[in-house]
């Protein structure tokens, strides 16, 4: 047995006031990803619109609640979702998903992942070289890549052109609509977490 005080395990930095807490090492969790969040109004899970390839997710909302976007593994199918205290959601290996906090309170939550370690993250965007359907983030002495698995080019994403902050994958406004038309798959945009600024690409033109 493993027993831990949460507030005693040590917070990663964002600067953005949300505190995230891996519990996997205290707890000994070979097998399982635990995360503790406590995230304010107006910010969101540090990461924008994924999905694990090889990882099932749970979000167990413990106080406040979790507004959550969707897109099917296919990007043809976007919904929205809220959770409260008390609830829970699991998004499959593949799924699309990120989340906020759209209340007025600080959001509290525990993340949940299985198998533990993820290979297959994927990012719901168009390959510029040969249009495959999703990429895949890496880093290298130069910083973040977001590399194609199928012709294998490593595409550079540029910073916020107002601010430079590291850009992020979202949902357009009317993704949720959007749905609704099996025609049209849903848009995807890339947006700055810190001034708004929204992109089609994260590649310049």
């Known amino acids: 047995m493993e027993r831990v005080t949460i507030g005693e395990v040590e917070p990663a930095d964002f600067g953005?006031?949300?505190?995230?807490?891996?519990?996997?090492?205290?707890?000994?969790?070979?097998?399982?990803?635990v995360v503790h969040y406590r995230i304010p109004p107006d910010e969101g899970f540090p990461s924008g619109l994924h999905?694990?390839?090889?990882?099932?997710?749970?979000?167990?909302?413990l106080d406040g609640?979790?507004?959550f976007e969707t897109l099917a593994p296919e990007r043809d199918d976007a919904?929205?979702?809220?959770?409260?205290?008390?609830?829970?959601?699991?998004?499959a290996p593949g799924e699309y998903q990120s989340g906020r906090n759209?209340?007025?309170?600080?959001?509290?939550?525990?993340?949940?992942?299985?198998?533990?370690?993820?290979?297959?993250v994927r990012i719901p965007l168009d390959c510029p070289e040969c249009g495959h359907d999703y990429l895949r983030p890496e880093a290298d002495e130069d910083g973040p890549l977001l590399v194609c698995p199928d012709c294998g080019t490593a595409n550079v994403p540029g910073g916020c052109?107002?601010?430079?902050?590291?850009?992020?994958?979202?949902?357009?406004?009317?993704d949720a609509a959007a749905?609704?038309?099996?025609?049209?798959?849903?848009?995807?945009?890339?947006?700055?977490p810190d001034c708004g600024t929204e992109a089609e690409s994260p590649f310049g033109t």
């Open 65 to 67: 609640e979790a507004t």
């Open 16 to 33: 953005d006031g949300v505190d995230r807490r891996r519990l996997s090492d205290p707890l000994g969790a070979t097998g399982l990803a």
């Open 161 to 174: 052109p107002d601010c430079g902050t590291e850009m992020r994958v979202t949902l357009g406004e009317s």
């Open 102 to 120: 759209d209340a007025d309170c600080d959001l509290v939550a525990l993340a949940l992942g299985a198998p533990r370690d993820s290979d297959d």
């Open 79 to 91: 919904d929205e979702i809220t959770l409260t205290e008390g609830e829970a959601v699991r998004f």
């Open 51 to 61: 999905a694990h390839g090889d990882q099932a997710e749970i979000f167990v909302v």
């Open 179 to 192: 749905s609704d038309s099996p025609s049209e798959d849903p848009e995807t945009l890339v947006v700055c």
